[in-house]
């Protein structure tokens, strides 16, 4: 029994994930462990502090002015980035599964964006979105003004309190084809049976897609809302190439890097690094849990 449990195989089956176990278990698991005690420490500074100080960091982190903000712009971001992604997504999804000619061109016209750093599309829509008036005028603010279109013209990422709403934008022009991808695959998926037979029985096609094709894809829509949330939580990138580092624009991530090698305030930064990281397992953790147990049952 043991000779068998034991073959040759499964000796060279371990033998080749151990190194990938191993270095999860080091740089992944291991370094969030070290963050958890550098984040109850007092560690402000270039020299290493482990002065333990219990909750301190976090309990400051609920009080300061500074993080409400970044609680308040993540929700904004999430809210609109999720959102417009998940409805442009479907839209361009469903215009493509209709048999459009040249359906190769423009799948690959909207998954091209995903190819593009978020540095790279934070630079080309900081142009885009210049909110210089007058002759400095460019981008989306000109087009509008020789458009006719004043009243679209704005100040985009620099207006205090909605400014985080404009940097979503060239955040869902990214991920959208993405989404439609998820989308586009889940609608190939579903049966043209199904579909016959609710035209048969009258049904108009809005009615197809409320009732019987838009249930169907929930699964597609559940799975694009936990990668694009914890893409929102995490966005770091795109914030600092489009509107650097203003506060009233901050979000998490971009605070701890501040905090951490800006202020050298190691065991604050470490403690918003866990609330992040704590923020994305709230979303993730359920997921999993749901599709090992519906995989168990099957």
Same mark, same amino acid.
């Given at each position: 029994?043991?000779?068998?449990?034991?073959?040759?195989?499964?000796?060279?089956?371990?033998?080749?994930?151990?190194?990938?176990?191993?270095?999860?278990?080091?740089?992944?698991?291991?370094?969030?462990?070290?963050?958890?005690?550098?984040?109850?420490?007092?560690?402000?500074?270039?020299?290493?502090?482990?002065?333990?100080?219990?909750?301190?960091?976090?309990?400051?982190?609920?009080?300061?002015?500074?993080? #409400?903000?970044?609680?308040?712009?993540?929700?904004?971001?999430?809210?609109?980035?999720?959102?417009?992604?998940?409805?442009?997504?479907?839209?361009?999804?469903?215009?493509?599964?209709?048999?459009?000619?040249?359906?190769?061109?423009?799948?690959?016209?909207?998954?091209?964006?995903?190819?593009?750093?978020?540095?790279?599309?934070?630079?080309?829509?900081?142009?885009?979105?210049?909110?210089?008036?007058?002759?400095?005028?460019?981008?989306?603010?000109?087009?509008?003004?020789?458009?006719?279109?004043?009243?679209?013209?704005?100040?985009? #990422?620099?207006?205090?309190?909605?400014?985080?709403?404009?940097?979503?934008?060239?955040?869902?022009?990214?991920?959208?084809?993405?989404?439609?991808?998820?989308?586009?695959?889940?609608?190939?998926?579903?049966?043209?049976?199904?579909?016959?037979?609710?035209?048969?029985?009258?049904?108009?096609?809005?009615?197809?897609?409320?009732?019987?094709?838009?249930?169907?894809?929930?699964?597609?829509?559940?799975?694009?809302?936990?990668?694009?949330? #914890?893409?929102?939580?995490?966005?770091?990138?795109?914030?600092?190439?489009?509107?650097?580092?203003?506060?009233?624009?901050?979000?998490?991530?971009?605070?701890?890097?501040?905090?951490?090698?800006?202020?050298?305030?190691?065991?604050?930064?470490?403690?918003?690094?866990?609330?992040?990281?704590?923020?994305?397992?709230?979303?993730?953790?359920?997921?999993?849990?749901?599709?090992?147990?519906?995989?168990?049952?099957?």
């Amino acid at each position: 029994m043991v000779r068998k449990r034991f073959d040759k195989d499964t000796i060279l089956a371990i033998a080749l994930v151990s190194p990938s176990i191993l270095a999860v278990m080091v740089f992944i698991y291991g370094f969030i462990a070290w963050s958890v005690r550098v984040s109850v420490s007092d560690w402000i500074g270039l020299l290493p502090n482990y002065e333990f100080i219990g909750l301190q960091n976090y309990i400051g982190l609920l009080r300061d002015p500074r993080f #409400h903000i970044d609680i308040r712009n993540t929700i904004i971001f999430t809210t609109l980035f999720v959102g417009g992604c998940l409805f442009l997504g479907l839209g361009l999804a469903i215009l493509l599964d209709q048999g459009l000619r040249g359906e190769n061109f423009f799948r690959s016209l909207f998954l091209f964006p995903m190819a593009i750093s978020f540095i790279v599309t934070g630079v080309v829509w900081r142009w885009l979105m210049n909110p210089a008036m007058g002759s400095r005028m460019s981008g989306l603010n000109l087009l509008f003004d020789s458009l006719g279109l004043d009243f679209l013209i704005n100040k985009w #990422h620099t207006t205090p309190n909605w400014g985080i709403a404009a940097i979503a934008i060239p955040a869902i022009w990214q991920m959208s084809g993405y989404t439609m991808a998820l989308y586009l695959g889940g609608l190939r998926a579903i049966p043209e049976s199904l579909r016959e037979a609710a035209r048969v029985d009258g049904a108009s096609e809005f009615y197809i897609y409320r009732r019987i094709v838009l249930p169907l894809l929930w699964p597609v829509t559940l799975s694009a809302m936990i990668i694009l949330g #914890h893409i929102s939580l995490k966005v770091f990138d795109l914030i600092i190439a489009v509107a650097g580092k203003q506060v009233a624009l901050d979000v998490p991530s971009v605070y701890m890097w501040t905090t951490t090698f800006d202020g050298q305030f190691y065991g604050r930064g470490a403690a918003i690094g866990i609330m992040l990281l704590l923020s994305v397992a709230v979303l993730v953790i359920p997921y999993l849990y749901q599709t090992l147990r519906e995989e168990s049952t099957t």
